[in-house]
Structure formats: structure tokens, C-alpha cells
T-cell receptor, first 117, second 114 residues
Framework: DAGVTQSPTHLIKTRGQQVTLRCSPK?????VSWYQQALGQGPQFIFQ???????QRGNFPDRFSGHQFPNYSSELNVNALLLGDSALYLC????????????????FGPGTRLLVL | AQSVSQHNHHVILSEAASLELGCNYS??????LFWYVQYPGQHLQLLLK??????LVKGIKGFEAEFIKSKFSFNLRKPSVQWSDTAEYFC????????????FGQGTELSVKP
């Protein structure tokens, strides 16, 4: 049973550039959430996708956007990169309770480490 | 705004010592509670979770946590730590039936000396 996968594992960009990160959820999961984990901090919620729609959003600017595809995989896009966007970006998947899951347990991927120079 | 507070940033223990990591949250409604662990070089893994029922929950690798609603706490415990428990531990909260957004604490780094 494949877990959550993310690509790429590492990425280096310069200020002002744009980046796209990718996530494939755990088999059978239909909901994808994205988190940003700065060095020495806990993950912070960016947004969540369900049925190809953004369902919830954290306190992140519009430079952060996403997409979910019909196969439930997801992308995170960040425009106009800033130095402060350097972080580990985590994807988590879960099965939505509306789809019959008894619980909402999120399973995390290994993350993409983004360095902005 | 809801928040999660972990009392200790860095804990250093010798093998066989007992462990207790504190976690408090601020939210008056019904919550789901989680502890995740991040071993060096590995991704976040679920250690244990509480949704309802018995407030004492047991997780993997001998860990347990107790939900005390009156104290808004969900402390993690292990009677005897091993060197392999060296990792970063995160407490997280989600609001019941509200889509699963996790609010994390800042993490506690545990170092176990052999």
C-alpha cells in the first residue's frame, strides 16, 4: 500500500520565481492538505482540497495556490517567491468523513524542502 | 484563534528514564487530538490519536497519552525511553467534524542518551 508521495524532494529557487510542488495521496484517500514547516517550528496549515475544490485555507497570502486533480493528486504553487518561503512543504492525505470515514486521520508525505536564494 | 502549546522545546533523558511531554490547547469546543513523531531524516508519523471514548489512549512503541478535558491537556508519556526514541514530537489538534485542519504545537525535541 503506497503511502503519500511528494516530488521533488529538494528544490532551489531564487526570489521572484514560481514553484510547483506535487503530491500523490495514500491509496484510497480523497482529501489532501498542505502544510509549511519552517526550521524549528511545527507545520502550519496552508490549505485543504476535497473534490477538486479548496475547502479550507490557513493564514497564507494569495501567492500560495493549489489544485486537486480527478485522481486526487494535488499541486501547490507559490508565486513571487520570498526568502521567507524557504521551508519544508508537507502534503497530508486523509479520507473525508463525508465519504464514510469514521475519523479524520492525516498521513504525511516526506515533504519537499524548498530553498529560496 | 486556536493554538497548541508544547511546554518543552528540548528534553534530554538517559535510557530507561520516564518521559512526559506536555501539550495544552486553546479551544472550548470538541477536539480531536494527535501526537506525531518525526525521527531524524524521516517524515511525520502518527504516534497516537484521541477522538472519543477512553481518555487514556495507547499508541505505537509503548507511548500513551491522557486527555484531560478540564485542563485542555493531552500529555504524552512513556515509562522507559530508549535511544531510538530520539526524535521531534509534535502535538496537534483538529476541530471536531470541521474538515481536519491540524493545528500543531512548536514541537519538542527529545534526545535520549545511551
Amino acid at each position: 500500500d503506497a503511502g503519500v508521495t511528494q516530488s521533488p524532494t529538494h528544490l532551489i529557487k531564487t526570489r521572484g520565481q514560481q514553484v510547483t510542488l506535487r503530491c500523490s495521496p495514500k491509496s484510497g484517500h480523497d482529501t489532501v492538505s498542505w502544510y509549511q514547516q519552517a526550521l524549528g517550528q511545527g507545520p502550519q496549515f496552508i490549505f485543504q482540497y476535497y473534490e477538486e475544490e479548496e475547502r479550507q485555507r490557513g493564514n497564507f497570502p494569495d501567492r500560495f495556490s493549489g489544485h486537486q486533480f480527478p485522481n486526487y493528486s494535488s499541486e501547490l504553487n507559490v508565486n513571487a517567491l520570498l526568502l521567507g518561503d524557504s521551508a519544508l512543504y508537507l502534503c497530508a492525505s486523509s479520507l473525508d468523513i463525508l465519504a464514510g470515514a469514521a475519523e479524520e486521520t492525516q498521513y504525511f508525505g516526506p515533504g519537499t524542502r524548498l530553498l529560496v536564494l | 484563534a486556536q493554538s497548541v502549546s508544547q511546554h518543552n522545546h528540548h528534553v534530554i533523558l538517559s535510557e530507561a528514564a520516564s518521559l512526559e511531554l506536555g501539550c495544552n490547547y486553546s479551544y472550548g469546543g470538541t477536539v480531536n487530538l494527535f501526537w506525531y513523531v518525526q525521527y531524524p531524516g524521516q517524515h511525520l508519523q502518527l504516534l497516537l490519536k484521541y477522538f472519543s471514548g477512553d481518555p487514556l489512549v495507547k499508541g505505537i512503541k509503548g507511548f500513551e497519552a491522557e486527555f484531560i478535558k478540564s485542563k485542555f491537556s493531552f500529555n504524552l508519556r512513556k515509562p522507559s525511553v530508549q535511544w531510538s526514541d530520539t526524535a521531534e514530537y509534535f502535538c496537534a489538534v483538529s476541530l471536531y467534524n470541521q474538515g481536519g485542519k491540524l493545528i500543531f504545537g512548536q514541537g519538542t525535541e527529545l534526545s535520549v542518551k545511551p
